[in-house]
């Protein structure tokens, strides 16, 4: 397409000398003659990619895709083990929720919201092998409103108890700002 456009200007500036004779003449018309000739096969040439790629489909099947693009299908257990984690992450979401329902004035979808906020909070973890215990310090939230409701929370899970899993290790919640 460029060079179309080099070829325009190339045509458009060829000018005619002062003294007009004969072969001059001549030269000119076949110059400016063969210009145009480039200049219109570019032009048909243009016209031709544009029907072109209006024929061509947007899309392409996966079946037309040849065999080595392909991508592999999810195998059905594993699909399987992925939805059981997202159930199991769901259910413990609730628990939370319902935990800390009594704290907040506002609904359950602000209840849900603080929770995966704080799931996605940046925390610390420290193993104290003295003691036994794994301490889980979880970094501020964005008010202290919902610091004090994390704060609650923590208090709640720590009075469980839990032994975290294949350890003889007790977690302890605490938040940053106490």
Do not use: W
């Amino acid at each position: 397409m460029e060079n179309n456009l080099e070829k325009k200007v190339e045509y458009a500036d060829i000018e005619l000398s002062d003294e007009i004779d004969e072969d001059k003449m001549k030269e000119y018309v076949q110059k400016k003659a063969s210009l145009k000739e480039e200049i219109d096969k570019m032009e048909q040439e243009k016209e031709n990619l544009k029907i072109q790629r209006k024929e061509t489909g947007k899309y392409i099947e996966f079946r037309n895709l040849p065999e080595a693009k392909q991508y592999k299908r999810f195998k059905g257990n594993r699909k399987h083990l992925i939805d059981t984690i997202k159930m199991i992450a769901y259910r413990s979401e609730t628990a939370l929720v319902l935990i800390i329902r009594e704290y907040l004035s506002k609904n359950d979808i602000a209840s849900r919201s603080l929770i995966q906020q704080l799931l996605q909070t940046d925390a610390d973890i420290s193993p104290n092998y003295e003691t036994n215990d794994l301490v889980v310090t979880i970094h501020n939230m964005t008010n202290p409103i919902q610091n004090e409701v994390v704060s609650k929370l923590c208090q709640e899970l720590n009075d469980t108890e839990t032994i975290f899993p294949c350890t003889n290790l007790r977690m302890i919640f605490k938040t940053v700002s106490t």
